[in-house]
C-alpha cells in the first residue's frame, strides 16, 4: 500500500502584537478546515506561530516577555485547536515559545516545535537547536533578533513515527546547517517539517537581503536531496510590525524538487500529496548512507567548533 501522506504548508502572514490568542487560534482553525476540505492528512504551521515574532525587541521586565509564552500545551487558548483538528481527524505540526519549569522551578525557555497526530496525541517535540542572533541589546540595529537571549539550545534532533511514516522537525535557522538534516537522515527521517520567521532585511550583512529568497530554497532542497527526504518548509511571512518577513512556503521532493509553494505573504496553504515510498530509491542508491559514507573522515565535524584555518 503506498505510503501517502498529503501535507498542507500552513503559510500565516503577519500577527501583530496587539493580535490576541484567540484570533491566532481562529486563523489556525481557518487553515484546518480549508486543509481538510481539501483531504490533507498533515497541516504544518509556522514556528512561533502563536505570537508576533518578539525576539525583535529588547525587553527586560521578565512579566512582559513571559506574555509571548505557552506554559501548557494544549492551555486554554490553544485546546480548541487541538480539539478541532481531532474531529477533522487531521495532524498537525505548531511552532511555539514553551516556557517550562525544571526540578527547582527554574525557567526554561525553548523555541518549540510539536507534531501532534490524528489522535491528539503529541508525538514529536522539538527544541530549536541553532538560535541565531545575540543575546545582548544592540540598539544600532533597525530591530533585534534576541534569541540566544530568550531561549537556550536544543540537545538534539529526535524524530517520530507517524502517520505511516518517520518525522523530524527543524526550526529556522536550523535549515541552514546541512548537520541539521544528516542527523535526521541517520535516523532515516521520510519528512522534516520546518517552520520559519525569516526577516528579509539582516542588519549585520545587508548585502544578503537580495538573496534571502534564493537562500531560503537553496537549503531546503539540497537538504531534501541529500537525504531522500521530504521537506516542508513553512513561513510567517508579510509586514509584522514593520519588520518584512519573507514568504516562500513550500513542499520540497526527496528529489530536490519543489512541488507546491505558495504564492502570497499572507494565510495561505501549499498542498502536496507525498508519497513517502520516494524517499526510498534515493536512500537506497546514491545517498545509501550505509554503503558510501565516510565517517572516519568526518571527525572534525563533531571535535571543531569554529574554523581553524592552517597556519601561513
Ligand atoms: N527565526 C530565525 O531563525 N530566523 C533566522 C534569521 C537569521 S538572521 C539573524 C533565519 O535563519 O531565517
Known amino acids: ?29 481557518s487553515h484546518l478546515r480549508t486543509a481538510a476540505a481539501m483531504g490533507c492528512d498533515l497541516v504544518v504551521f509556522p514556528e512561533l506561530a502563536l505570537t508576533t515574532f518578539f525576539p525583535r525587541w529588547y525587553f527586560e521586565d521578565e512579566a512582559e516577555l513571559d506574555r509571548f509564552y505557552e506554559a501548557e500545551m494544549p492551555g486554554p487558548a490553544t485546546r480548541p485547536l487541538f480539539d478541532e483538528a481531532k474531529r477533522l481527524g487531521l495532524a498537525f ?9 525544571d526540578d527547582a522551578g527554574r525557567a526554561r525557555r ?4 510539536i507534531l501532534v497526530d490524528k489522535s491528539g496525541q503529541i508525538a514529536l517535540r522539538y ?12 540598539p544600532w540595529r533597525k530591530f533585534q ?19 505511516g511514516g518517520i518525522f523530524g522537525a527543524a526550526i529556522c535557522n536550523d535549515r541552514r546547517w546541512s548537520e541539521t ?37 537553496l537549503v531546503m532542497q539540497a537538504g531534501a536531496y541529500q537525504n531522500g527526504t521530504w521537506v516542508v518548509g513553512v513561513a510567517k511571512a508579510g509586514v509584522e510590525e514593520g519588520c518584512e518577513l519573507l514568504g516562500q512556503s513550500c513542499v520540497i ?15 495561505e496553504l501549499a498542498v502536496a500529496r507525498c508519497d513517502l515510498d ?25 571535535e571543531r567548533k569554529g574554523a581553524e584555518p592552517p597556519p601561513e
Do not use: W
Not at 525553548?110 to 516545535?113: F, G, H, M, P, V
Open 145 to 163: 533578533h534576541l534569541e540566544k537571549r530568550y531561549f537556550e539550545p536544543g540537545d538534539g534532533f529526535p524524530v517520530a513515527r507517524a502517520l
Open 127 to 138: 527544541h530549536k537547536v541553532h538560535l541565531p542572533g545575540h543575546r545582548e541589546h544592540e
Open 278 to 302: 520516494a524517499c526510498a530509491s534515493y536512500k537506497r542508491t546514491l545517498f545509501n548512507f550505509a554503503v558510501h559514507r565516510q565517517p572516519h573522515a568526518y571527525g572534525m565535524i563533531v
Open 93 to 101: 505540526h505548531l511552532g511555539y515559545a514553551e516556557l517550562a519549569r
Open 181 to 217: 538534516y544528516r542527523v535526521l537522515g541517520l535516523q532515516g527521517v521520510e519528512m522534516v517539517l520546518i517552520g520559519y520567521n525569516t526577516p528579509i532585511h539582516n542588519p549585520p550583512a545587508p548585502e544578503h537581503d537580495v538573496l534571502s529568497g534564493f537562500h531560503n530554497h
Open 253 to 267: 521532493a526527496p528529489s530536490g524538487e519543489i512541488v507546491a509553494r505558495c504564492a502570497t505573504q499572507g494565510d
Open 110 to 113: 525553548y523555541n518549540t516545535a
Open 1 to 29: 500500500m503506498p505510503r501517502v501522506v498529503t501535507v498542507a504548508a500552513a503559510q500565516l502572514g503577519p500577527i501583530q502584537r496587539a493580535d490576541t490568542r484567540a484570533q491566532v487560534v481562529e486563523r489556525l482553525i
